[in-house]
């Protein structure tokens, strides 16, 4: 009973939507007040309505309820309540049903906390975002619907892919849809403003929080993504630029120039157009991302579906919601030009070229990841793009963006003086030149490359820190004074210092990790060592364990230094009957600044057993940075100029048009 009102909510839900979509768009373009407040409530209505199908789904899985279709296939009685639960999200029709809650809660949000938005542009923020639910509504009650039922009612379920029962997939997939779908808030608003044909510094500050609580959970969601590739498939590596890997970094590159970009359109009411683009490319990224997992057109251990007609459905709604964007771009754009001036050499010359960089490197992942697929059905020919093509196209866009990130901030806004915003770095020159050489003298000249990768970290880092240092006036005020700066800044600027100083280290941990990673490949017997980066590990043997639904066979690893022990690692090959499937757990031995990581192979019929066994120095940086980027994102979020939402106008009367800030708000 309880799975037929989930279904039957998804049905309310799509009517809802569908007059969501209409009616407060006729009552924006009519100057109906009551049409237009529609809007709020409407959104509110189709959460709620979403929210009972979607915990209607978590129940039978929580229950083990076998006679759904969905439960069946994807879940089994002894599992863990953590993974039955996050066993909703691993499968496709339960990760759509994800997918259109998250949407309908960002609408909601808007509903509830855009209340200082102009009713008119409310209304038609949330009338775009029901066009988009209507879309996949229908999706999921055509072609995905989760609540099918079984007859016969099988005994048990098929049990969940034992490489997804990890608890950081149980919130990795949750994490990127808050990424994903949240760009669509961003995609809502540009083609609202659209319509209405204004964009104005307001606009922006109101685009700019959805944006950041966007980039902040798809930031979030890669990381995880890419730890759980690091410890659980047991290759040692951390991203391989998988094409389901590059569907979700692509949105990630442009929603970072993104929000780059609707900085320039609040300060210097500039780059209107080119905002707007962004915003409707990064919701088109995602959309790519939804097609590339379900339409079966790719094989990865990322993709939930391999219906062509599940495919032809989402690309029909990518081409109908990117199209229909872009022309609607097309028409209204030119209504959108002038703002201010700048000069190349300024604050805002310096985030265009930002904006140019990433969106360049968006395009050149997008082209590595979509060549095959064009070339395959155009010619019947297959090719694979990997690694190599990566490193070579991409690494050397991002050095002169992150070059530049490091003098952008030293320019002032309209017009700058370079020489004069270089000559304010030169501890990050110092810096920058004493990693090289200190990097150069520890590890021979065969490290030139990895001694500039840490030499641009220690750059972007040390840059960083001098703006920080600059304006709280460190080194020139008493330390009282420029603690009272620190505590004065906005928590923007914090943001920006953590999330840039966050990138610095992420920088780090990707160059160590890639320069001086040690592996060794052995066939071990019980008894033997084996040298690795300064460490002895010991096989002591194998022991086979029972879990509660697995067996596996566990060694049993000594790590010592200097002939102390100095931890025990035990690298399992679980086998799961259920499913009859196997997987890799992966011991490692951390310190932040290094990861001694093990995986156990097969046996070799006489006794011995294949280890791989790695030294990863930095590796834990990128995670680490990744963390502080992500945290500097949310700072952020919590500045009262995004809480506001935009500039109070003056009083006096309909003439008086400037803006004045309001009381204790600080200027950046």
Request: hydrophobic share 55%; net charge positive.
């Given at each position: 009973?309880?799975?037929?009102?989930?279904?039957?909510?998804?049905?309310?839900?799509?009517?809802?939507?569908?007059?969501?979509?209409?009616?407060?768009?006729?009552?924006?373009?009519?100057?109906?007040?009551?049409?237009?407040?529609?809007?709020?409530?409407?959104?509110?209505?189709?959460?709620?309505?979403?929210?009972?199908?979607?915990?209607?789904?978590?129940?039978?899985?929580?229950?083990?309820?076998?006679?759904?279709?969905?439960?069946?296939?994807?879940?089994?009685?002894?599992?863990?309540?953590?993974?039955?639960?996050?066993?909703?999200?691993?499968?496709?029709?339960?990760?759509?049903?994800?997918?259109?809650?998250?949407?309908?809660?960002?609408?909601?949000?808007?509903?509830?906390?855009?209340?200082?938005?102009?009713?008119?542009?409310?209304?038609?923020?949330?009338?775009?975002?029901?066009?988009?639910?209507?879309?996949?509504?229908?999706?999921?009650?055509?072609?995905?619907?989760?609540?099918?039922?079984?007859?016969?009612?099988?005994?048990?379920?098929?049990?969940?892919?034992?490489?997804?029962?990890?608890?950081?997939?149980?919130?990795?997939?949750?994490?990127?849809?808050?990424?994903?779908?949240?760009?669509?808030?961003?995609?809502?608003?540009?083609?609202?403003?659209?319509?209405?044909?204004?964009?104005?510094?307001?606009?922006?500050?109101?685009?700019?929080?959805?944006?950041?609580?966007?980039?902040?959970?798809?930031?979030?969601?890669?990381?995880?993504?890419?730890?759980?590739?690091?410890?659980?498939?047991?290759?040692?590596?951390?991203?391989?630029?998988?094409?389901?890997?590059?569907?979700?970094?692509?949105?990630?590159?442009?929603?970072?120039?993104?929000?780059?970009?609707?900085?320039?359109?609040?300060?210097?009411?500039?780059?209107?157009?080119?905002?707007?683009?962004?915003?409707?490319?990064?919701?088109?990224?995602?959309?790519?991302?939804?097609?590339?997992?379900?339409?079966?057109?790719?094989?990865?251990?990322?993709?939930?579906?391999?219906?062509?007609?599940?495919?032809?459905?989402?690309?029909?709604?990518?081409?109908?919601?990117?199209?229909?964007?872009?022309?609607?771009?097309?028409?209204?754009?030119?209504?959108?030009?002038?703002?201010?001036?700048?000069?190349?050499?300024?604050?805002?010359?310096?985030?265009?070229?930002?904006?140019?960089?990433?969106?360049?490197?968006?395009?050149?992942?997008?082209?590595?990841?979509?060549?095959?697929?064009?070339?395959?059905?155009?010619?019947?020919?297959?090719?694979?793009?990997?690694?190599?093509?990566?490193?070579?196209?991409?690494?050397?866009?991002?050095?002169?963006?992150?070059?530049?990130?490091?003098?952008?901030?030293?320019?002032?806004?309209?017009?700058?003086?370079?020489?004069?915003?270089?000559?304010?770095?030169?501890?990050?020159?110092?810096?920058?030149?004493?990693?090289?050489?200190?990097?150069?003298?520890?590890?021979?000249?065969?490290?030139?490359?990895?001694?500039?990768?840490?030499?641009?970290?220690?750059?972007?880092?040390?840059?960083?820190?001098?703006?920080?240092?600059?304006?709280?006036?460190?080194?020139?005020?008493?330390?009282?004074?420029?603690?009272?700066?620190?505590?004065?800044?906005?928590?923007?600027?914090?943001?920006?210092?953590?999330?840039?100083?966050?990138?610095?280290?992420?920088?780090?941990?990707?160059?160590?990790?890639?320069?001086?990673?040690?592996?060794?490949?052995?066939?071990?017997?019980?008894?033997?060592?084996?040298?690795?980066?300064?460490?002895?590990?010991?096989?002591?043997?194998?022991?086979?364990?029972?879990?509660?639904?697995?067996?596996?066979?566990?060694?049993?690893?000594?790590?010592?230094?200097?002939?102390?022990?100095?931890?025990?690692?035990?690298?399992?090959?679980?086998?799961?009957?259920?499913?009859?499937?196997?997987?890799?757990?992966?011991?490692?031995?951390?310190?932040?600044?290094?990861?001694?990581y093990a995986v156990v192979g097969d046996s070799d019929g006489s006794g011995g057993y294949v280890l791989r066994l790695y030294h990863n120095p930095l590796v834990p940086w990128i995670w680490l940075g990744a963390a502080v980027m992500a945290f500097g994102g949310l700072v952020s979020l919590t500045d009262?100029?995004?809480?506001?939402?935009?500039?109070?106008?003056?009083?006096?009367?309909?003439?008086?048009?400037?803006?004045?800030?309001?009381?204790?708000?600080?200027?950046?």
């Open positions: 009973m309880i799975a037929e009102i989930g279904h039957f909510a998804l049905i309310l839900a799509l009517c809802v939507a569908a007059l969501q979509a209409v009616v407060p768009l006729v009552g924006a373009q009519r100057g109906d007040p009551a049409l237009t407040a529609w809007a709020g409530p409407a959104a509110l209505t189709q959460l709620l309505f979403v929210g009972i199908a979607f915990f209607a789904l978590t129940h039978a899985y929580a229950v083990s309820d076998f006679s759904l279709a969905n439960v069946a296939a994807n879940s089994h009685s002894l599992k863990p309540l953590l993974y039955k639960i996050s066993g909703v999200w691993s499968n496709h029709e339960g990760s759509m049903l994800l997918w259109v809650f998250i949407l309908a809660l960002f609408g909601a949000a808007v509903a509830l906390f855009g209340r200082n938005l102009p009713p008119s542009l409310r209304a038609r923020v949330l009338a775009v975002q029901a066009m988009i639910g209507v879309g996949f509504l229908l999706f999921i009650l055509f072609t995905s619907n989760p609540f099918e039922r079984l007859w016969p009612v099988p005994a048990d379920g098929a049990g969940l892919n034992p490489i997804l029962r990890d608890p950081g997939l149980a919130f990795h997939p949750p994490f990127l849809y808050l990424g994903y779908v949240g760009f669509s808030i961003a995609f809502c608003f540009a083609i609202a403003a659209l319509i209405e044909g204004r964009v104005d510094p307001a606009w922006a500050r109101w685009v700019r929080p959805w944006t950041l609580a966007a980039w902040c959970a798809l930031t979030i969601g890669i990381a995880m993504g890419s730890w759980w590739a690091y410890y659980t498939l047991g290759w040692g590596g951390w991203w391989f630029w998988d094409p389901v890997e590059n569907a979700s970094f692509l949105p990630w590159l442009v929603g970072t120039a993104l929000l780059h970009s609707a900085v320039v359109v609040e300060k210097r009411d500039a780059l209107k157009p080119w905002t707007i683009l962004l915003a409707i490319i990064a919701f088109s990224m995602s959309l790519l991302g939804t097609f590339l997992v379900r339409s079966g057109v790719l094989s990865s251990v990322h993709a939930f579906a391999t219906d062509p007609m599940r495919g032809v459905f989402i690309l029909a709604l990518l081409s109908l919601y990117t199209g229909g964007a872009l022309a609607l771009f097309a028409w209204r754009a030119p209504q959108l030009a002038g703002g201010g001036l700048f000069a190349p050499i300024s604050r805002e010359g310096g985030l265009l070229l930002n904006n140019l960089l990433l969106t360049t490197a968006a395009a050149t992942v997008l082209i590595g990841t979509l060549y095959p697929l064009f070339l395959d059905v155009i010619a019947k020919q297959k090719v694979s793009v990997g690694p190599p093509f990566f490193n070579m196209t991409f690494v050397p866009i991002m050095v002169p963006l992150l070059v530049a990130m490091a003098v952008g901030p030293m320019l002032p806004w309209k017009r700058g003086d370079l020489p004069a915003a270089l000559s304010r770095l030169k501890f990050a020159y110092v810096a920058t030149a004493a990693v090289a050489l200190a990097t150069l003298a520890a590890s021979g000249a065969r490290s030139i490359g990895a001694a500039c990768g840490l030499a641009l970290a220690a750059w972007v880092f040390s840059a960083t820190m001098t703006e920080l240092a600059e304006r709280v006036r460190l080194f020139v005020e008493p330390i009282g004074a420029v603690l009272r700066r620190a505590r004065q800044l906005p928590r923007a600027s914090w943001g920006m210092t953590l999330a840039h100083a966050g990138m610095a280290v992420v920088i780090a941990g990707i160059t160590g990790s890639t320069a001086w990673t040690e592996e060794r490949i052995v066939n071990a017997r019980p008894g033997q060592s084996f040298e690795l980066a300064g460490y002895t590990i010991a096989f002591d043997g194998v022991n086979e364990v029972l879990g509660p639904d697995y067996t596996a066979t566990r060694a049993d690893l000594r790590l010592l230094r200097d002939g102390v022990a100095i931890a025990t690692l035990h690298p399992e090959k679980r086998f799961y009957p259920v499913e009859n499937s196997s997987v890799t757990g992966v011991a490692i031995r951390t310190n932040l600044m290094a990861d001694v009262r100029r995004h809480r506001i939402g935009a500039p109070a106008r003056r009083a006096g009367g309909p003439n008086r048009r400037r803006f004045r800030r309001r009381p204790n708000e600080v200027a950046e």
